[in-house]
């Protein structure tokens, strides 16, 4: 069983920026698609972007459009995600998964125990 190790999240000013990190045991890490989630409390885990098996394509959802950029390194079996222009509603535990395709669930693996953003003004 694949584990995942969310880490590089903390306090930090509206504006400011951050690269969280993923990184994955297990030698299949470069056979999915990557995502990452977030999650407040009482809500539920949301998709926040994804990035294809190679790192061609990414996909975003529409509150993070312009100011998350995912990526990958296959070699060190980690996905990243850098935050800029940061904002107090980006609050949130950040995790990471894996899925067949891009489009596809992101539930490949069990979750690890996230890494907690917080962005205060």
């Known amino acids: 069983q694949v584990r995942l190790e969310e880490s590089g999240g903390r306090l930090v000013q509206a504006g400011e920026s951050l690269r969280l990190s993923c990184a994955a045991s297990?030698?299949?890490?470069?056979?999915?698609?990557m995502g990452w989630f977030r999650q407040t409390p009482g809500k539920e885990r949301e998709f926040v972007a994804g990035?294809?098996?190679?790192?061609?394509?990414?996909r975003y959802t529409d509150s993070v459009k312009g100011r998350f950029t995912i990526s990958r390194d296959n070699a060190k079996n980690t996905v990243y995600l850098q935050l800029n222009s940061l904002k107090p509603e980006d609050t949130a535990v950040y995790y990471c998964?894996?899925?067949?395709?891009?489009?596809?669930?992101?539930?490949?693996?069990?979750w690890g125990q996230g890494t907690q953003v917080t962005v205060v003004s």
């Open positions: 990035i294809s098996r190679g790192g061609i394509s990414t």
């Open positions: 297990g030698r299949t890490f470069s056979n999915y698609a």
């Open positions: 998964n894996a899925a067949e395709y891009l489009y596809r669930e992101y539930d490949k693996w069990s």
